[in-house]
């Protein structure tokens, strides 16, 4: 069984910091990309960063300069470091792997969620 396991969320004034933690556990073979997505009020789940296995990371254009996304292999972990935060980044944060479990196949987890707001 195989979980992602987010922590971190909370209300943080404009201008404030917070840092998201997720970690996997279970009966895991391998882990590849790693990263995290929100979804606001009303909106879609959108991309927020995504890091490789190699530790190459991407970014939407929205958060460029002010997230910064990381992981520990040895620990299973991904965290995204949240600068700068603003109103608009009002979301539920939400932590995803592709995740080979043992003697199975590939395939995306989800976290269950973290909410994070930011007040003006």
């Known amino acids: 069984q195989v979980q992602l396991v987010e922590s971190g969320g909370g209300l943080v004034q404009a201008g404030g910091s917070l840092r998201l933690s997720c970690v996997a556990s279970?009966?895991?073979?391998?882990?590849?990309?790693m990263g995290w997505y929100r979804q606001a009020p009303g909106k879609q789940r959108e991309l927020v960063a995504v890091i490789t296995s190699g530790g190459s990371s991407s970014y939407a254009e929205f958060v460029k300069g002010r997230f910064t996304i990381s992981r520990d292999n040895a620990k299973q972990t991904v965290s995204l470091q949240m600068n700068s935060l603003n109103p608009e980044d009002t979301a539920i944060y939400f932590c995803y792997s592709v995740i080979r479990a043992r003697f199975s196949s590939s395939r995306e987890y989800w976290g269950q969620g973290t909410q994070v707001t930011v007040s003006s």
């Open positions: 279970g009966s895991i073979a391998s882990i590849g990309n």
